[in-house]
């Protein structure tokens, strides 16, 4: 089925996507929650118990948006220390954990650093707010111990150059792990789904957001994304090893990892 849509131009691509993450910044959580049914906060759970934060790491998320991913990093980091505490004496000269959050679009990084703000982490040194493109990091060679892209690798224009640039500034033994909507099989599942991403979704981005358009395109860029195999190899290709994925609720969701060895 095509659903009416036609293939998008790049430079009309990008536009989209800028147009999404800027007239929607303000309502991105709540329509995530409301999308997604709240799942989105247990995929993402999920992801960051695959990474296995530990204090005094340095981590990348990229395409951050408001934060998600980088709280709850920064929690679990958090849970290790208290964990720690019992036992061990806490060494104060441990390294100072940098969770950088990457994204391109400001305003999605200041409601992020509002969202900090009220969550009392206003001075937390371990957050870090950093504007840049996936593709172009300015990130050094070999720095990172982690780095995480949810929902972020589906819509950026050359998903190659990310994975470039993600094995680039991990450091040896780092590890990649990307979150993204992804590709269900199962027939019945599949039909129901396809109904709702491309009746449901841009109603409801009409209704909440006043932007059908944007939120057709995000849909429609769910189809395009390689298939979950496709994009094993594409993380093959960029030099990680070890690479794997696992699909959550029948692979509307996929969590991708590779090993930089
Ligand atoms: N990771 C967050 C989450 O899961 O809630 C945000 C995901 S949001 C769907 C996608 C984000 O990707 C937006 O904040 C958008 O600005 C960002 N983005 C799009 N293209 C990008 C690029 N080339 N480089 C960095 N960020 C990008």
Redesign the pocket.
Same mark, same amino acid.
């Given at each position: 089925t095509s659903f009416g849509f036609k293939e998008v131009p790049e430079e009309e691509k990008s536009r989209l996507?800028g147009n999404v993450?800027s007239n929607v910044a303000s309502n991105?959580d709540v329509m995530?929650d409301l999308m997604s049914a709240g799942l989105?906060r247990l995929w993402?759970d999920r992801l960051v118990f695959e990474l296995n934060p530990f204090p005094g790491m340095k981590h990348l #998320?990229?395409?951050?948006?408001?934060g #998600?991913?980088a709280f709850r990093i920064l929690e679990s980091i958090n849970d290790v220390k208290r964990r720690e505490r019992q036992d061990v004496q806490e060494d104060d000269s441990q390294e100072q954990t940098q969770i950088y959050v990457? #994204?391109?679009?400001p305003h999605?990084l200041n409601i992020g650093k509002k969202r900090a703000i009220g969550m009392g982490l206003g001075e937390e040194r371990s957050l870090i707010w950093e504007e840049? #493109? @996936?593709?172009a990091l300015s990130f050094h060679d070999n720095s990172m111990d982690g780095y995480t892209? @949810?929902?972020?690798i589906r819509?950026?224009?050359h998903i190659e150059k990310?994975l470039d640039e993600a094995y680039r500034v991990l450091r040896r033994g780092g590890r990649f792990l990307c979150?993204e909507l992804s590709h269900v099989e199962a027939p019945i599942f599949k039909e129901l789904y396809d109904y709702y991403s491309f009746s449901i979704i841009p109603a409801v981005g009409e209704l909440v957001a006043g932007d059908r358009e944007s939120y057709q395109y995000l849909v429609e860029s769910i189809r395009r994304f390689p298939s979950q195999e496709k994009f094993a190899s594409m993380i093959v290709d960029a030099g990680f090893e070890k690479v794997e994925y696992e699909n959550l609720v029948g692979g509307v969701v996929a969590i991708h990892s590779g090993l930089k060895l």
């Open positions: 996507v993450f991105y995530n989105h993402k #998320d990229v395409a951050g948006g408001t #998600d991913v990457c #994204d391109i679009n999605m840049g #493109d @996936a593709e892209i @949810a929902f972020g819509n950026v224009t990310v979150l």
